[in-house]
């Protein structure tokens, strides 16, 4: 099935119907799904508040994730005339800042990972848990940053090796790792191309990086399509890449192929087949053998099967979305930036579930920590520690703001 490439018109019903009404994403009401019940007028309006927030000094945020077991989180952080990038690291739970201290570090008592120099504006963070190695593209110096991360006797991480560092494409906007770390493909916008990279190790860490490989994402230069690449993931023996200007899916075959053979000429990592997507990709999730991209423009979510890769599906969420990810079981969670939104809906989250059916999706408006201060939230993350489930969401309106929200009880269960 095609996916349309269209601007949704604009819902002037707002965000604020919650229990027993109509929602943006659907004429479903929330009482029709499995174990929720019609609520009293308050429960109506309904918001995610942040129940706290990682403070990382009003900088701004590049990208942050989670180690494997969730007692962390990593983010990537600029501050400084010199525009120099921090790599940060936190408890989930207490949120205490671990590292050493390094002047400049705009954490609370300056403790940091590590500091790379220079205005590299990154818009992206890796992290791989087999080699404890953080991979950060510098998107304004065409160069990918590679450090590993050094943890104590007690698994409290204490500091970042000096970032070892290799040339790849034109502006490297997203990057993706294959699992046992010695693989890296960035998605480089302004080249409009992946670069492969091999991380060879010496000792258990990083020595040193080569691009063995560079796929064009616009392979007929008589007539080039500029596709713009935004996002990247990987799925066993192949590379998904998000291109925005061309609202598709691309494929990259035979990922993991042996350096040696395609350096060789034996082998190749190439460009595969491309599905379409809604309008203006940004991002891209797994869940199972399906994709999930979050499209800016269409105000919508599409899934794609990836054996053959195709479209499948299209659902409405919020105005301007621009991250997602998934609950790893049976829930699609969109960030919707609501910047487009002429009628003042705002900023929200929506929660689908996989199968993109609208009968089970929620919007929910979300506030900045401090009532009334702008919220534009971006990059998120679901965290399952227990019984504690949160949303972690990038407030980019607040610069350096990382907000927790608990997760509404809609998302503890499937549908």
Same mark, same amino acid.
């Given at each position: 099935?095609?996916?349309?490439?269209?601007?949704?018109?604009?819902?002037? $019903?707002?965000?604020?119907?919650?229990?027993?009404? #109509?929602?943006?994403?659907?004429?479903?009401?929330?009482?029709? *799904?499995?174990?929720?019940?019609?609520?009293?007028?308050?429960?109506?309006?309904?918001? *995610?508040?942040? #129940?706290?927030?990682?403070?990382?000094?009003?900088?701004?945020?590049?990208?942050?994730?989670?180690?494997?077991?969730?007692?962390?989180?990593?983010?990537?952080?600029?501050?400084?005339?010199?525009?120099?990038?921090?790599?940060?690291?936190?408890?989930?739970?207490?949120?205490?800042?671990?590292?050493?201290?390094?002047?400049?570090?705009?954490?609370?008592?300056?403790?940091?990972?590590?500091?790379?120099?220079?205005n590299i504006n990154p818009q992206d963070l890796a992290y791989n848990e087999a080699k404890k190695v953080l991979f950060v593209p510098g998107f304004d110096d065409d160069t990918l940053y590679?450090?590993?991360?050094?943890?104590?006797?007690?698994?409290?991480?204490?500091?970042?090796?000096?970032?070892?560092?290799?040339?790849?494409?034109?502006g490297p906007r997203a990057i993706a790792v294959t699992e046992d770390g010695t693989r890296a493909f960035t998605v480089n916008e302004r080249g409009h191309t992946v670069s492969v990279v091999d991380v060879l190790y010496k000792d258990g860490a990083p020595d040193k990086a080569e691009v063995i490989a560079t796929i064009k994402l616009d392979p007929d230069e008589e007539n080039p399509t500029y596709p713009s690449p935004a996002d990247i993931a990987l799925k066993g023996d192949k590379a998904y890449a998000v291109n925005t200007d061309t609202w598709q899916v691309c494929e990259i075959k035979n990922i993991n192929a042996k350096s040696e053979d395609v350096k060789a000429g034996k082998e190749k990592i190439e460009l595969g087949a491309c599905a379409a997507t809604g309008a203006y990709p940004r991002a891209i999730t797994m869940l199972e053998d399906q994709a999930y991209v979050v499209n800016s423009l269409g105000d919508s979510v599409s899934q794609l099967s990836l054996e053959p890769l195709e479209s499948k599906a299209e659902a409405r969420?919020?105005?301007?979305?621009?991250?997602? %990810?998934?609950?790893?079981?049976?829930?699609?969670?969109?960030?919707? %930036?609501?910047?487009?939104?002429?009628?003042?809906?705002?900023?929200?989250?929506?929660?689908?579930?996989?199968?993109?059916?609208? #009968? %089970?999706?929620?919007?929910?408006?979300?506030?900045?920590?401090?009532?009334?201060?702008?919220?534009?939230?971006?990059?998120?993350?679901? *965290? #399952?520690?227990?019984?504690?489930?949160?949303?972690?969401?990038?407030?980019?309106?607040?610069?350096?703001?990382?907000?927790?929200?608990? $997760?509404?009880?809609?998302?503890? %269960?499937?549908?």
């Open positions: 099935m095609m996916i349309s490439k269209y601007k949704f018109p604009v819902v002037a $019903a707002g965000l604020v119907l919650l229990l027993g009404m #109509s929602f943006l994403t659907g004429s479903a009401t929330l009482s029709s *799904l499995p174990g929720v019940q019609a609520g009293t007028r308050e429960q109506e309006q309904q918001e *995610l508040t942040p #129940s706290a927030k990682l403070d990382l000094g009003g900088s701004k945020v590049n990208g942050f994730l989670f180690t494997a077991d969730s007692k962390y989180v990593f983010a990537s952080v600029s501050v400084g005339r010199d525009s120099s990038v921090f790599l940060v690291a936190a408890d989930t739970g207490t949120r205490k800042f671990y590292g050493k201290k390094i002047r400049g570090c705009p954490v609370d008592g300056e403790i940091c990972l590590v500091q790379i120099r220079g590679i450090s590993q991360v050094a943890f104590d006797k007690d698994g409290k991480p204490t500091e970042a090796k000096a970032a070892k560092k290799v040339a790849v494409g034109a969420v919020g105005d301007a979305p621009r991250g997602i %990810t998934t609950d790893g079981k049976c829930w699609i969670i969109v960030t919707n %930036t609501g910047v487009d939104d002429t009628e003042g809906s705002g900023a929200s989250v929506t929660f689908v579930n996989k199968n993109l059916e609208q #009968s %089970t999706t929620l919007t929910l408006p979300v506030t900045a920590t401090v009532p009334g201060d702008p919220i534009v939230p971006t990059q998120v993350q679901f *965290l #399952s520690v227990q019984d504690v489930t949160t949303l972690w969401v990038l407030n980019v309106g607040g610069r350096g703001e990382l907000n927790i929200y608990t $997760a509404p009880e809609i998302v503890r %269960t499937c549908p």
